[in-house]
């Protein structure tokens, strides 16, 4: 009962101040102005991220949960706000922003000691160890995941729904495991993702989001992603086994290892704007953004079913390890020539899945 309490609390606060911050940030300058590669016609309000997050951070130390580990993540998860906001409303460099990555980033893996030593048996040869390079492979993983996150908060919905879904999944995990301290964390986290998606999802009374989550919010979502990710699958027992929590991720992890490998490719800087991410292929192959936004969707809640199944049924770890890698490779391949992941889409647009009459704006 205590985890709906906090679910419902986290969700009324979230979703009454988001109208009275997005009308301080109407008045401070702080939002996302149309024009160049963003398709919104107005200025929407970038305040989602500065209502959630620290919600959750107050909810958090209200609730007595945290632990010595776990103020290290609040204190990461608020540096990023800080300069997520600051970019949000002056345009911070990108090395600015990525040396700041890594110092979140090393302040819950080092100072947090979200790190595992194995990452189970992943090839059916026993358990794959990864010793001295467990730190380096976290400050990794979790840099990779701020990013990846980040860079797919480009459709009204799309992020909060990424969040709320693989969240939900991991919260399922620890139920299963009878993990009742991050549970009611991750429970208060979704509350506040529900209350930022009245707002931001499009629905028949609301043709466009009224509010983004912004870069401050996209950011310290992604760094949450990466501690319960990282937290729930390390130690001996753990919550979830690795390659779970991998397809519970999986859109996000192979849509920037596509686009890296594509940009270096040609010749670009891995982290270059562009408009050639998943959800890209989807609008320009004619889906509305409300049904770009639910395929996402779908897809996300499929590779988290995968990753959950496999530990409720108990399949042996490289049963999911071969596919989840097959799909990177593919994924890696089509991202290599968007022409064919537009062409895919487009065909499955003509079988029926665009619904006639639908809004093709961005």
Known sequence: MDFLVYFLIAFALSAALIPLFAAVARKIGLLDQPGGRKKHGVAVPLVGGLVIFPLFIAMALWSGIPSQNEYYFLAA??????????????????????????????????????????????????????????IPFALTAAVLLVNAVNLMDGLDGLSGGLGLISLGWLALACVLASSFAPLLLLMILCGGLCGFLVYNLRAPWRKKASVFMGDSGSLALGLSLAWFSITLAKGDDPVIAPIAVAWILALPIWDICGQFARRVSRGRHPFAPDLHHFHHHLIAAGFSVGKATMILWSFFFVSGLIGIGGIVLDVPEFWLTYPWIAGLFIHIYLSLRPHRFRRAFLWLRQSGMQPKGTDHNE
């Open 77 to 134: 998860m608020a540096l990023l706000l800080v300069i997520g906001a600051l970019d949000d409303r002056f345009q911070i460099a990108a090395k600015v922003k990525f040396v700041v990555q890594i110092t979140a980033a090393a302040l819950i893996c080092i100072g947090g000691h979200a790190y595992f030593f194995s990452l189970g048996d992943l090839f059916g040869f026993g358990p794959f160890g990864l010793n001295l390079m467990a």
